[in-house]
């Protein structure tokens, strides 16, 4: 995937930011140290193991049994979402096979996660957490609009995962890290999949883009404000999650075809809805 050159990440991270940060709820979170970089997780730091969360506290257990589900569910959604895109463009239903068993795969490791710190996933919260994204997928999927399916799957949910897992890893457990690291890299070929079909068809598709945008990002932004205090527990910063979300995407939305004014538009009108 190609990357924005660092005025052009700049210049949406400071039309978005201040909205966002206004609009999400409000708490404490704990200042990490970093030095250096997760091997094979460029841009990740690095963290001392004194700075990492108590595991075993039952506040943490508590706070990871919604997070973790949040993931696992979003891998089951992304299964879900890729096998659904292959009735949309059968010609790529191989493919998009071949992403969903991957999605499965990532679930199960996650799974085994939770499992190593003897925590229950809370499975309902996470399935209601989804459900604007997921209604608006289905909804797109019953009226054949790919171009908005891969969006919501191949973009939105996809910089939403590898924001949250490079934020995760320096402070994740042993075992989850190495899980994690794993999984981040497969997201980004999820997320290149979309890119580089809606780059292929972006004329035809700019229009339905742009409505897509406008109809699903808010949810992002709600998503973010939903699990900004659990993530805090977990010593995950809400700002960096933020910004690393709004990279992957403005990456995305730049390389398929819009200028840096355009994503800063589309941005800006989508997060105040």
């Not at 094979?40 to 973790?68: C, H, Q, W």
Request: negative net charge; proline residues 4%.
């Amino acid at each position: 995937m190609a990357q924005c050159d660092y005025s052009s990440r700049q210049t949406l991270i400071a039309v978005v930011m201040p909205t966002l940060e206004s609009l999400t709820t409000s708490g404490s979170t704990t200042d990490v140290e970093t030095n250096g970089a997760v091997s094979g997780v460029p841009g990740t730091p690095a963290m001392s193991d004194e700075a990492l969360p108590d595991f075993t506290s039952a506040t943490y257990k508590d706070a990871y049994s919604r997070i973790n589900a949040i993931v696992i569910e979003g891998e089951q959604e992304a299964h879900d979402n890729y096998i659904s895109l292959g009735t949309l463009i059968p010609d790529q239903a191989d493919e998009l096979a071949r992403l969903a068993r991957m999605e499965l795969k990532h679930l199960k490791g996650f799974t085994a996660c939770a499992a190593n710190l003897g925590v229950d996933a809370d499975m309902p919260f996470a399935r209601e957490f989804f459900t604007p994204l997921r209604d608006n997928f289905q909804s797109a999927l019953g009226e054949g609009k790919v171009v908005t399916c891969l969006l919501i799957q191949s973009l939105l949910i996809e910089a939403f995962a590898i924001a949250a897992y490079h934020i995760y890893i320096p402070v994740a457990d042993p075992f989850a890290r190495r899980i994690t690291e794993a999984v981040v890299k497969d997201e980004y070929t999820h997320l290149n999949y979309g890119q580089e079909w809606l780059k292929a068809n972006f004329e035809a598709s700019r229009v339905e883009l742009e409505q897509a945008n406008r109809d699903n990002l808010p949810h992002v932004r709600r998503m973010l404000e939903g699990v900004a205090a659990d993530a805090a527990v977990l010593q995950m910063e809400k700002e960096d999650l933020i910004e690393d979300f709004l990279i992957a995407y403005q990456e995305a939305l730049t390389e398929i075809g819009f200028s840096t004014r355009e994503i800063a538009r589309m941005a800006a009108a989508a997060l105040v809805g």
